[in-house]
């Protein structure tokens, strides 16, 4: 079977189940890219339904055109309909801390510490203070709480 004459003999049709395919397959990929290809296909699709004369040749270019076209303005369009979360730091656990106030369970010596709130460890960064005094979070620096003796 030659590859060339299975090239020519695909239909609008093609295109069409391709697009579906593609989108479906973004249910399983991150990122927002094989729906913009399946958008590509499907307008390939279509457009070869209205000129059903085109050669594989051009409906590859077409398609290539379209993919490019429609991931970048994919792109830029979701980049301009950003949502704003509610909750920004749901995915920074640390910074959820920030401004809280803790009892040092251990002093801080040297600069570094450890607090434990709940049932975590934090590593913490700041004056040395003894055992029993309050401390407040004022930052964070990766995975290390900044804190500064708090006041009552």
């Known amino acids: 079977m030659d590859p060339l004459t299975t090239l ?31 958008v590509a296909a499907a307008i390939t699709g279509l457009a070869f339904f209205a000129f059903p004369a085109m050669g594989w040749e051009i409906q ?16 830029m369009w ?16 640390g910074a959820q801390y920030i401004g809280r106030k803790f009892t040092l369970a251990r002093p801080i010596e040297n600069g570094s510490g ?18 029993g005094n309050k401390v407040t979070v004022t930052a964070l620096d990766g995975q290390i709480f900044i804190v500064e003796a708090a006041e009552d």
């Open 114 to 131: 450890v607090i434990v709130v709940d049932d975590t460890r934090w590593k913490i960064s700041g004056p040395d203070l003894a055992a």
């Open 78 to 93: 979701v980049k301009r309909h950003q949502t704003v979360s509610e909750q920004p730091n749901l995915n920074v656990r």
């Open 8 to 38: 020519s003999d695909l239909t609008a049709w093609h295109w069409l189940v391709l697009g579906v395919l593609l989108v479906a397959l973004e249910m399983l990929a991150p990122g927002v890219v094989f729906m913009w290809l399946g």
């Open 60 to 75: 590859f270019l077409v398609f290539a055109g379209l993919s490019i076209v429609t991931v970048i303005a994919g792109r």
